[in-house]
């Protein structure tokens, strides 16, 4: 992966209010892949006191944004299909990995996991992105 592009892409994603806010950290960065862990507290819990998808959402987008622009080029999601597995227990370290399967000049498509720090699936995501035809703001 280009160095420039990695360190523009942590940079930004360690200043990003919402990342800051939801307590969502980059681990492992690499082209069309990243690691990001977030511990899952009681203020993301819904109504029934488990996880609220939203938390969990947030959690794979930011792995998806991550991953889908590490080529330097901006990418935008198109769609997200998301399966919710399981509900972590309360302080769980939860990491969502999203792995790149395909990319075109225009599209790229993922494959996103969360799983507790027990290793257990909690939900699986499928992601599509079109790839703009721009360079990344930011760089």
């Known amino acids: 992966m280009d160095e420039k592009i990695k360190r523009a892409i942590i940079r930004q994603v360690a200043a990003e209010p919402f990342a800051k806010k939801s307590g969502l950290k980059l681990i492992e960065l690499n082209d069309g892949y990243s690691r990001v862990e977030m511990v899952f507290t009681k203020d993301m819990e819904n109504i029934f006191g488990m996880a609220h998808g939203g938390a969990l959402f947030a959690l794979i987008d930011e792995a998806f944004e991550i991953a889908a622009n590490s080529h330097g080029t901006m990418a935008v999601a198109l769609n997200m299909s998301i399966n919710y597995i399981s509900s972590p227990a309360r302080g769980s370290l939860l990491t969502a990995e999203a792995k790149e399967l395909n990319k075109t000049n225009k599209t790229a498509t993922y ?9 257990s699936l909690i939900a699986a995501c499928q992601a599509l992105v079109y790839r703009k035809d721009k360079p990344l703001p930011f760089l």
């Open 111 to 119: 494959d996103i996991r969360v799983t507790d720090n027990n290793n």
